[in-house]
């Protein structure tokens, strides 16, 4: 973490003794700082570690979770985190999904930026188990899970890497899961519009690592977004959304569904612009091109009649009639923008 200029972060299970804590921080992180959760679990399950220029406060502390308050150089937002590294046991987890929940109701979380990331040892969604295909099930925890996610108004951070997160290791049997994430809420995606996770290898582990970023490196200007009505008679328009909607994460009955939905309509725009650039790219020109071959071919029908040049001449009518319907809905579209610019302009 100090070689990769990252402010802060978190070790779970590090299986280190408490005697021997301090001094293997002290060596690995030399000048930095560290927080841990000995006093509540006797193996520490969590090491939270920060730089000298980032300033943390412990919030809260339990056998499964540190939360605490963070404060970034360079950004001015100070953001609350919570570090969790839940149990084995279904049962004991329960304490974990109440201690989340009663931090939400927290007047010191109300209208704060809020991630909650770790190893969650339970999934969200049937999809995130390698034997969904074969045997799906919601299991209790998986409920427990989706519950606490709902009435903290929680989403998942937008991640890169691999969907699964864990692996048993086993050459029979072989299982994967997603059992590390990072939860956002509403505050913190306003805050930081632009943060992502990054999933990776961390060798020595079962578990994959992650890493956070709150701001791209690459800032590139888009144009405004514009919603071609002709692409919606295209057959691949429907298969296109829905295959978007299944694979990007699950909407859940919340107070904030309706800013999460706005946000999975938002991301669906690229998709929507790839399309758009498919299908209407050039069209006016391919309009004139598919009319002049249309031309051609009933020339040929004509002059040399044929079976096959009957079915050429049927092939080019139907080229030219999809694409020129695609033409004339796009201007059609385009000259009511363009007229509606006008109107607003002779007020």
């Known amino acids: 973490m100090r070689s990769n200029s990252f402010q802060f972060g978190c070790l779970l299970e590090t299986k280190v003794k408490q005697n021997r804590a301090e001094s293997v921080a002290s060596s690995v ?18 090491w939270v ?3 000298k220029h980032t300033r943390v406060k412990v919030e809260f502390k339990s056998g499964q979770m540190i939360t605490c308050s963070i404060k970034i150089q360079n950004f001015d937002v100070e953001f609350l985190c919570s570090f969790v590294y839940a149990s084995n046991s279904a049962a004991e987890r329960k304490e974990l999904w109440r201690d989340i929940k009663s931090q939400h109701d927290l007047a010191l979380f109300r209208g704060k930026p809020w991630i909650v990331m770790g190893d969650y040892n339970e999934t969200l969604d049937l999809d995130e188990h390698s034997n969904s295909d074969t045997s799906p099930q919601i299991t209790s925890g998986m409920v427990d899970f989706q519950d606490v996610v709902r009435y903290c108004s929680l989403k998942d951070l937008k991640t890169h890497g691999p969907i699964f997160t864990w692996c048993n290791k086993r050459e029979e049997d072989l299982v994967c899961k997603k059992l590390d ?10 805050s930081f519009p ?16 992650g890493k956070i970023f709150l701001s791209s490196d690459i800032q590139k200007p888009k144009a405004p977004f514009k919603f071609a009505n002709a692409i919606a008679s295209q057959p691949e328009f429907v298969q296109t959304v829905e295959d978007y909607w299944g694979q990007s994460a699950a909407l859940f009955h ?3 569904s309706l800013f999460w939905l706005s946000k999975k309509l938002k991301l669906l725009k690229p998709t929507l612009r790839t399309l758009s650039r498919n299908k209407l790219a050039n069209i006016s020109t391919r309009a004139a091109e598919a009319y002049d071959t249309l031309c051609t071919r009933q020339q040929n029908s004509l002059s040399s009649p044929s079976p096959q040049e009957i079915v050429e001449e049927s092939i080019a009518f139907e080229r030219w009639e999809r694409v020129a319907g695609l033409d004339e809905s796009f201007l059609k579209q385009k000259s009511k923008l ?3 610019n006008v109107g607003d302009n002779n007020k």
């Open 29 to 46: 992180f030399q000048d930095w700082s560290m927080v841990s959760n000995y006093e509540s679990h006797r193996f520490g399950r969590i």
């Open 49 to 51: 570690v920060w730089s």
């Open 181 to 190: 994430r990072v939860l956002q809420n509403v505050v913190w995606y306003q």
């Open 194 to 209: 632009q943060a992502y996770c990054v999933i990776e290898a961390g060798g020595c582990s079962d578990h994959l690592r």
């Open 254 to 256: 919340s107070t904030s």
């Open 338 to 340: 363009h007229w509606l």
